[in-house]
């Protein structure tokens, strides 16, 4: 709760509307929005980053903002009256309330506007054209096909350091961790943390540094015999392998993660990290960008999910589980190397 | 004849109704209590020593917020100067290369400049304080992803993180930042109780009219409220940085509500004036062991932040009741 007043607080400090400066459009130049869920995150400012550079090599004209902070949605709605006001046609969003925004995205498709979700999708799916999103639930299962490889029939005493309750993505990833692992887990389609016995200690790390230490502190408290880690991504990674540290436990303790930014790679690379699951903004919002190219031109729209894809990175490879080194994670990773 | 009564009643040490002492030591034991019949793993040296470190950043932030509640003022703006404290310390020691120290100190002034700001809108420009921190909260936060652009700084010189480190008696760990922070509050709890300028604060959050009349130099007391809170703030930069070890440029977004909770949860008044410092570590520490109780339960979270809320509604209430109680 807290998490989420003050961080409407910080509201103030963080420009919703940008880039609607210019207001002087060449009349055939394609214009696509491109609304993140905050401009701070370095996933977004990667993604933002591949948008720009895919709209000025196709020579369309990109308007970009974002929420005020994450799970803000009026924000998101008046960026999209304002691109939509700017002349842009094709808004690729990631909503920060996948329910919330739908209203607004229907009334400005009945002005003729194609909407892309990025990374993550409104509810229903369909309210919006097209999704280009990572496969969160694949992108757990590769780490847990991973981990089990790497445990070699030695049992497993699990932590999850998961997002905060009733987020999908946070969800999905721990569910197909497990389906992974090879325990009992619940499909894709539900929202709810899978439970089993394997699993001695669940806790919220909400994706920060900080609390993910706490939260692994107390789960090493619960069960000091925990020998392996999920973590929702790599800065609660980061927190848990403090928290071992501290307990004189990093040695024996494997922690796999999910994001491939920057700063999780280069923590696989000093074995940190086992492995973690690598997605790619950058492909999403250049593929976003083109497909908006693309309506302009033709009036043609996409449609459906398309899996933007995500790679296990590793430098301890395993048989049986495809990966690839943190060199190339560096190559392709978001974030500043 | 008035004015002295004031005098002396503003000069006195402060008195408090029992139970707004004790509402949080009672609240502290019955969950203690009901978390060791939850876990057998709950009651132990070694555990306690884990929360006191875990709430040692809020809990030395709570100590800066504690002062400026006393004076009747609300400082939003805490979390974020301790982030950017903490920016400043890692980005020169390890950036710039500076020496670990001097970067500490330049950190400590960075967070001491914000409370001088604080304090002079506050006294000067007669601004509330809820606004006056609220802008410099947004300033603090926007300065911190600035300067680090959004960066993680890691590699820490070893300096900056022996807050982090441990020392054993017997077979429980002790961690050298909670022993900082509970010298921090004894300094305090003395500080208040026994010296003038300790009194003057209480003076001035009971009734600051009269306490400008009996002489007292109100905005100099406000003022340096506000800086010695900016430099408890800086020390929480310091142990935030030792515990974590690393600069996080998205650190401290919730540490202002924590703090102000923990200062509640302790029996400090958001009236002003009536408070004993010592309850807000006692706050702080009612959450962590509700997160960490709840965690050995295996019990979600929210239920700790549920909790939270129902003992703040509690204490103010308390709080409220006595005020009308003493009149």
Redesign the interface.
Known sequence: ???T???T??A??TIALAALSSAAVAADQPVIGLITKTD?N?FF?KMKEGAQSAATAKGAKLLSAAGKADGDNAGQVTAIENMIAGGAKTILITPNDSKAIVPAIKKAQGQGVMFIALDSPADPADATDALFATNNYTAGELIGRYAKAAMGGKPAKIATLDLF?GHPVGAQRHNGFMKGFGLQAPDSKINELGKSAEIV????SFG???KG???M???L??NPDINLVYTINE?AA??AF?AL??AGKEKGVMIVSVDGGC?GVKNVKAGMIAATSQQYPLKMASMGVDAGVEFAKTGKKVSGYTDTGVTLITDKPMSGVDSKDTKVGMDLCW??K | MSTTTTLSSAGSRPKLPPIATLGPLIALVLAVAFFATQ?D?FLSI??FS?IL??VM?VGTIAIGQTLIILTAGID?SC?MVMALGAMVMTKLAVGSGLNPYLAIVVGLLVCMAFGLVNGLLVTRVKLPPFIVT?GT???A??IT?LYS????V?DLPPEMTFF?S?FSIGSAAFNYGTVFMVLMYAFMWWGLRETQPGRHVYAVGNNPEATRLTGIATDRVLLGVYILAGAFYGLASLL?VA????G?P??G??E???AI?AVVLGGTSLFGGRGIILGSLLGAVIVGVF??GL??M?V???YQ?LIT?VLVILAVTTDQLSRKGAR
């Not at chain 1, 200690?201 to 919220?204: G, N, R, T, V």
């Not at chain 2, 515990?243 to 690393?246: A, I, L």
């Open positions: 709760m807290t998490l007043i003050s961080r607080c910080l103030l400090s701070t370095p400012v309750p200690c669940s806790a919220d920060d540094q900080a230490q706490t939260a502190e107390n789960c408290q619960k800065p980061a927190g403090q540290k501290n700063a974030g500043n | 876990s793993r070694q555990n884990l470190q875990q950043v939003l979390g609220l909260m947004n300033i936060f926007a992803q652009n959004a960066q993680t890691t982090g441990t935030s515990r974590t070890g690393v996080d998205n650190a977004q919730t202002n509500l924590d909770t997160r960490n965690t050995l295996g979600s979270s929210v932040v809320g």
